[in-house]
């Protein structure tokens, strides 16, 4: 069974600082993809990773796989209070079968 | 706008009774897939459908089904509701992409709240 961890589970910062949030697993994925979801919302999709080693950005969001497949970071610079949510990643194994995702980090920015 | 939809938004019932949700996936998405998120907690896969069949379960109780039509859209059957089961539960869609790089995508999901 593969399983996806997060860390760290909870992170609360003050505006303007930096964070970054981890997910991890022991199983290699055909690709990573992260989520935010926002209180009573559904999840809304962040970036999809693919290639080892990859990197990509979406404004202050810096997203890497590692290269082996198996983990992901999520980097935020200068974080602000709509950063808030809870960020899940989520793995699709290499025969493209199954999603798994992680618990999530459950990330507040206070102004 | 995910393109994924679902009704109703809000569920309120009591213990015993039985519900469905329903799920209309994005267009072009053969893939439906049913997750249960408690308060506070991360989402549980309960099921996954691909063109009309079942393809993975999750941790779904017995007394819980599902089922994807011809048209694609889904439906979740909860039945002899207790307590527990009161939560979000969301519907997400995924199609094949380039190579083997799937998406998910959710709708807004259904709050069930079971008095």
């Known amino acids: 069974t593969q399983l996806l961890e997060q860390s760290p589970q909870f992170l609360s910062i003050q505006e303007g600082e930096n964070l970054t949030v981890y997910c991890n697993s022991s199983s290699v994925f055909s690709s990573l993809q992260w989520y935010r979801q926002e209180p009573g919302e559904g999840p809304v999709l962040l970036v999809t990773?693919?290639?080892?080693?990859e990197v990509k950005k979406l404004k202050r969001l810096t997203f890497q796989f590692g290269d082996a497949r198996k983990d992901s970071s999520l980097h935020i610079t200068a974080a602000q209070p709509g950063d808030t949510g809870l960020y899940l990643c989520?793995?699709?194994?290499?025969?493209?079968?199954?999603?798994?995702f992680g618990p999530g980090t459950r990330l507040s920015v206070l102004p | 706008d995910s393109g994924v939809t679902q009704t109703p938004k809000h569920l309120i019932t009591a213990t015993g009774q039985r519900v469905t949700l329903r799920c209309s996936p994005r267009s072009g998405d053969l893939s439906v897939y049913w997750y249960q998120q408690s308060l506070d907690q991360g989402l549980q896969f309960l099921i996954q459908y691909y063109n009309g069949e079942e393809r993975a379960k999750g941790n779904i109780l017995e007394r819980f089904s599902a089922q994807q039509f011809p048209d694609l859209h889904s439906e979740l059957n909860l039945s002899s509701l207790e307590l527990g089961d009161s939560a979000l539960y969301f519907c997400?869609?995924?199609?094949?992409?380039?190579?083997?790089?799937?998406?998910?995508?959710f709708g807004p999901g259904t709050r069930l709240t079971v008095l």
């Open positions: 990773v693919v290639t080892g080693g």
């Open positions: 997400a869609s995924s199609s094949m992409g380039s190579g083997q790089v799937y998406e998910q995508f």
């Open positions: 989520a793995g699709v194994d290499n025969y493209g079968q199954n999603f798994v």
